[in-house]
């Protein structure tokens, strides 16, 4: 479903309002339904711990570089505090693909292609899938854009998962809605300044500044090709490199789709991963190295092993510093 501007406005407004007692308030009560389940246990031990590395990163920003205001970030971070995290032990649904480990449910920013407008879209979520807490669906579906809900599969995941790979995934989750807020916050901006939100492609341009040029109108072949002879994928990983390739052609690809958010956000989400590990950012950007993919994955993750493949050797930091960027035409936020 969409969210009207003006909805938007007052969601943000109602966030300000908010007294900090009630918003620990909703997330304690939100414990006491989740189950008692291992993973449950271990996701919702670790996700204040994940919030508050976010808000860290945001805060210590340059402004200059990502244009974040204090208004914008207490509205971050009270949505990451109303996060619920719920897990699942579906294994299939009518409606949507359940291949990854953790979903996000969470207001996207999204093109119409008819009107070439940017607007925020609720996704929902499936209602075959039957063993997420009543008290969690009740709060998602009541009020659009307040209570995020990250789900993960039982199934795809090892439930006895250390915390630090729980974390790397929970991080990939809620970097999600926090660009998304951030990007909520540029439309209304925009919108309160007369722009055509059309013309605003949210950090598109950011993106597409870091990534490299020689895959462009590349085969999935002829990528793997470039990649192997550079030292980066093993040949004899035929499989794995096809299915690796082809999803990250169809994000580098969607890039230069104008109407494509989700690949923007994708590679967003990896190149604050890579931001956030030190050793991994001045091994493969500032010193340019090349290692295997399998070798960083287990190094360091899969989000970092993707977008490190992709990144342009020009790339500098004050570029990827510029990610996630917010667009507003003045420099605070009113609602």
């Known amino acids: 479903m969409h969210i009207k501007m003006s909805d938007l406005k007052l969601i943000i407004e109602h966030f300000l309002k908010e007294q900090e007692d009630n918003w620990l308030g909703d997330e304690e009560d939100n414990l006491g339904s989740l189950g008692i389940n291992k993973l449950d246990q271990k996701l919702n031990r670790i996700k204040n711990e994940c919030i508050g590395q976010i808000i860290d990163e945001l805060s210590n920003a340059k402004f200059e570089d990502q244009n974040i205001t204090e208004q914008m970030l207490k509205v971050v971070e009270r949505s990451l505090k109303n996060v619920s995290v719920v897990t699942s032990k579906a294994t299939s649904s009518k409606e949507i693909e359940l291949s990854s480990m953790a979903i996000c449910?969470?207001?996207?920013?999204?093109?119409?292609?008819?009107?070439?407008?940017?607007?925020?879209?609720?996704?929902?979520?499936?209602?075959?899938?039957?063993d997420i807490p009543k008290d969690v669906l009740n709060r998602y579906n009541s009020s659009s854009g307040k209570y995020p809900v990250i789900l993960f599969l039982e199934k795809n995941i090892d439930t006895n998962a250390d915390d630090q790979k729980l974390k790397d995934i929970l991080l990939h989750e809620l970097g999600h809605v926090k660009n998304n807020i951030i990007k909520a916050l540029s439309l209304t901006a925009s919108d309160q300044s007369g722009e055509n939100i059309g013309n605003i492609q949210l950090n598109r341009d950011e993106i597409k500044s870091i990534l490299r040029k020689d895959f462009k109108e590349k085969s999935v072949n002829e990528i793997i090709f470039i990649l192997t002879s550079e030292g980066w994928l093993d040949k004899e990983q035929k499989d794995e490199n096809q299915e690796l390739v082809s999803e990250l052609k169809e994000y580098y690809d969607g890039v230069e789709d104008s109407s494509n958010m989700k690949a923007v956000e994708e590679l967003a989400v990896r190149v604050s991963a890579l931001k956030r590990n030190s050793e991994a950012f001045t091994r493969f950007v500032v010193n340019k190295e090349i290692d295997l993919y399998t070798n960083i994955s287990k190094?360091?993750?899969?989000?970092i092993a993707d977008i490190v493949l992709l990144i342009s050797k020009n790339a500098?930091?004050?570029?990827?510093?510029?990610?996630?960027?917010?667009?507003?035409?003045r420099k605070n936020v009113t609602v």
Request: proline letters at 7%.
């Open 105 to 130: 449910f969470t207001p996207n920013v999204v093109h119409t292609g008819e009107e070439n407008k940017l607007v925020l879209q609720t996704p929902e979520i499936p209602s075959d899938i039957k």
């Open 299 to 303: 190094d360091y993750n899969l989000d």
């Open 316 to 329: 500098n930091t004050n570029d990827i510093n510029k990610i996630v960027k917010n667009k507003q035409l």
